[in-house]
């Protein structure tokens, strides 16, 4: 693990969450995208910490948080080299998620609120409008996590405070 270790160990600790992933996370074919770098870390550890804190603030609300458990943790289930030209990583970011479902549907079984939260987790990127409140839960817990993964990865970087800035000014503007 090359992230933030001892929250990672918290999140394998906390036993609910761990039985309501536990199928997930120990399948050999997800379990390829720990030798993905994304955002500094690798696509499970970003995995992991968009399905737990969204777990976390939906059993909070007293929402579905076995369906956000399950499919934050699918959210990017999808594999991709290294070596990507960068029209192929802009590319990735409008298609990943159609590739994420049909990854999961091969592995796993889905219910509908589980496929919703994975096909929206890029609104407002792409323009599938979530339809349950669970769905934007991940969605806006993605993109937190991002951003802090983005902060850990560029340290206080000029171009990680304006990436910010933005989203924190896009968030005002969506709940006004």
């Known amino acids: 693990m090359r992230g ?23 399948n050999a074919e997800f379990n390829k995208i ?3 770098e994304h955002h500094g870390v690798t696509r ?10 969204s777990y976390k603030l939906a059993k909070l609300l007293k929402l579905d948080y076995i369906s956000v458990a ?23 970011v409008f298609i990943h998620p159609k590739i994420s479902i ?17 096909i929206t987790h890029m609104f407002p990127i792409n323009f599938k409008i979530p339809k349950y409140v669970e769905s934007w839960i991940v969605s806006f817990v993605d993109k937190g996590v991002a951003i802090y993964e983005f902060y850990r ?10 990436a910010t800035n933005i989203y924190i000014l896009f968030l005002i503007n969506f709940f006004n």
Do not use: C, P
């Not at 990672?8 to 996370?25: C, F, G, P, R, T």
């Not at 934050?72 to 030209?85: I, M, N, V």
């Not at 049909?102 to 994975?118: G, T, V």
């Open 4 to 26: 933030d270790t001892k929250t990672l160990k918290n999140i394998i600790a906390d036993n609910q969450y761990m039985n309501i992933v536990e199928d997930i996370y120990y």
């Open 70 to 92: 399950r499919a934050g943790l699918l959210h990017d289930f999808f594999f991709s080299k290294e070596d990507r030209s960068k029209k192929d990583r802009f590319i990735s």
């Open 102 to 118: 049909l990854n999961s549907l091969i592995n796993f079984k889905l219910n509908e609120k589980e496929k919703d939260i994975i």
């Open 153 to 162: 990865k560029f340290k206080y970087s000029f171009k990680f405070k304006y």
């Open 44 to 53: 499970f550890e970003h995995s992991l910490r968009v399905s737990y804190y």
């Open 34 to 36: 720990k030798t993905i």
